[in-house]
Nanobody, 123 residues
């Protein structure tokens, strides 16, 4: 079992930055592939970014250049640095982990999920 706990969300003005953190426990963190997803009100959950065991990354095209995913295996933590935030980035952001090979945008492929952290971007 893996427990995930997100933090770092909050209210920020458009153009601002936030860094989300996700602390993992319960399994060797370095063996996990990690992802960030988000869900805006009234919309389906969508993929944001993922990072593999060797720090290989994958982003949804629309967020590439604004969002950066990284990991610190010594701290069992994955981060999502968000810059140039826009009101449409407002959502609950979820951290997810998978033990199987490869990075994927499919949320059904992730085995473990955090509770989410709210990000609100005001105009």
């Amino acid at each position: 079992q893996v427990q995930l706990a997100e933090s770092g969300g909050g209210l920020v003005q458009a153009g601002g930055c936030l860094r989300l953190s996700c602390a993992a426990s319960g399994r060797t963190f370095s063996s996990l592939r990690m992802g960030w997803f988000r869900q805006a009100p009234g919309k389906e959950r969508e993929f944001v970014a993922a990072i593999g065991r060797t720090d290989n990354t994958y982003y949804v095209e629309s967020m590439k250049g604004r969002f950066t995913i990284s990991r610190d295996n010594a701290k069992n933590t994955v981060y999502l640095q968000m810059t140039s935030l826009k009101p449409k980035d407002t959502a609950v952001y979820y951290c997810a982990a998978k033990s199987s090979l490869g990075l994927t945008i499919k949320d059904g492929s992730y085995d473990y999920w955090g509770q989410g952290t709210q990000v609100t971007v005001s105009s």
